[in-house]
């Protein structure tokens, strides 16, 4: 599943492409996403010139006239620029054509992503009113997490990947950046202090800096690639090692489920 580091990865690799381009034709060949595509789409976009390529959580916001093109890609979805479009393979649902003949095309073998539109100001869709802050926002920072967290008898894991309280983290990298803080997933978020939580934050933008660097090197394959983008692996210490010893002290890294989700740590290096 693309996390907050491909998008923002997908992002780089679109905006110089279609950013100050004017939109000329749009074919939606399936319009079955997560919700339909809306069928005055091509009145929104065509004609409008694409005025920035913004990034809300996992949701790219292309400012067009007046409003914004939302894309979300959801579990498998994908974006890629062409010069000289390929044949349309199974899965590629919209084209989206340029006036310097560019297209951009949305490709999603499970149909869970979103191709949508958001009107002016984009903050108010329903889809991203709720959001909290994005972690690389000053906004957030370890008291904004103290001060958030003084009421939540929920586990720290979960807080960090509830969407109301800060965006983007998915479950690779809230595990990461757990162990990173040797903080045990499990540990109710109201019984941190104040200084963990600072460690905390720190941890959650290394890890996510360090994942959104690594897509810097696959940039390339945004643009007239074939294939699949990949996803980045970084070298993780915990996540989805269940078994297998720990890179800092050599003790079994443990697996308990959270949530609907699995949590990796070292019992270790990381204290409740
Ligand atoms: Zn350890």
Same mark, same amino acid.
């Given at each position: 599943m693309p996390e907050l580091p491909e998008v923002e990865t997908t992002r780089r690799g679109v905006a $110089? &492409?279609?950013?100050?381009? &004017?939109?000329?034709?749009?074919?939606?060949?399936?319009?079955?996403l997560r919700w339909?595509v *809306?069928? +005055?789409? $091509?009145?929104?976009?065509? $004609?409008?010139?694409?005025?920035?390529l913004e990034r809300r959580s996992k949701y790219l916001l292309f400012?067009?006239?007046?409003?914004?093109l939302l894309v979300h890609l959801g579990m498998t979805g994908s974006l890629r620029v062409?010069? @000289? *479009?390929?044949?349309?393979?199974?899965h590629d649902h919209v084209?989206l054509?340029?006036?310097?003949?560019?297209?951009l095309r949305y490709h999603d073998p499970r149909r869970f992503g979103a191709m949508l539109?958001?009107?002016? !100001?984009?903050?108010?869709?329903?889809l991203?009113?709720?959001?909290? !802050?994005?972690?690389?926002?000053?906004?957030?920072?370890?008291?904004?997490?103290?001060?958030?967290?003084?009421?939540?008898?929920?586990?720290?894991?979960?807080?960090?990947?509830?969407s109301?309280?800060?965006v983007g983290?998915g479950?690779?990298?809230?595990?990461?950046?757990?162990?990173?803080?040797?903080?045990?997933?499990?540990? !109710?978020?109201?019984?941190? =202090?104040? *200084? &963990?939580?600072?460690?905390?934050?720190? @941890?959650?933008?290394?890890?996510? =800096?360090?994942a959104?660097?690594?897509g810097?090197?696959t940039? &390339?394959d945004y643009? +007239?690639?074939?294939?699949e983008p990949g996803y980045f @692996?970084?070298? /993780? /210490?915990?996540?989805?090692?269940?078994?297998?010893?720990?890179?800092?002290? $050599? =003790?079994?890294?443990? @697996?308990?489920?959270?949530?609907?989700?699995?949590?990796? /740590?070292?019992?270790?290096?990381?204290? !409740?």
């Amino acid at each position: 599943m693309p996390e907050l580091p491909e998008v923002e990865t997908t992002r780089r690799g679109v905006a $110089g &492409r279609v950013v100050g381009r &004017r939109i000329v034709g749009l074919q939606v060949y399936d319009s079955r996403l997560r919700w339909p595509v *809306p069928a +005055d789409l $091509g009145s929104r976009l065509l $004609g409008y010139t694409v005025d920035a390529l913004e990034r809300r959580s996992k949701y790219l916001l292309f400012s067009v006239g007046a409003g914004a093109l939302l894309v979300h890609l959801g579990m498998t979805g994908s974006l890629r620029v062409y010069t @000289q *479009p390929p044949p349309r393979v199974l899965h590629d649902h919209v084209d989206l054509v340029f006036d310097d003949d560019t297209v951009l095309r949305y490709h999603d073998p499970r149909r869970f992503g979103a191709m949508l539109w958001a009107p002016f !100001p984009v903050t108010a869709h329903p889809l991203l009113q709720w959001l909290g !802050p994005e972690p690389f926002d000053p906004a957030f920072d370890g008291d904004y997490l103290w001060r958030a967290t003084r009421s939540r008898t929920a586990a720290i894991k979960l807080a960090l990947m509830d969407s109301r309280l800060v965006v983007g983290i998915g479950n690779i990298y809230a595990n990461e950046a757990l162990f990173r803080a040797g903080i045990r997933p499990a540990t !109710p978020a109201r019984q941190l =202090s104040r *200084p &963990r939580l600072h460690r905390l934050v720190t @941890q959650v933008r290394d890890v996510l =800096s360090e994942a959104i660097a690594k897509g810097g090197s696959t940039l &390339r394959d945004y643009v +007239d690639a074939a294939g699949e983008p990949g996803y980045f @692996q970084l070298n /993780y /210490y915990v996540y989805a090692l269940t078994g297998e010893l720990c890179r800092v002290c $050599g =003790s079994v890294i443990r @697996q308990m489920r959270l949530g609907a989700r699995s949590s990796f /740590y070292c019992a270790r290096c990381q204290r !409740p």
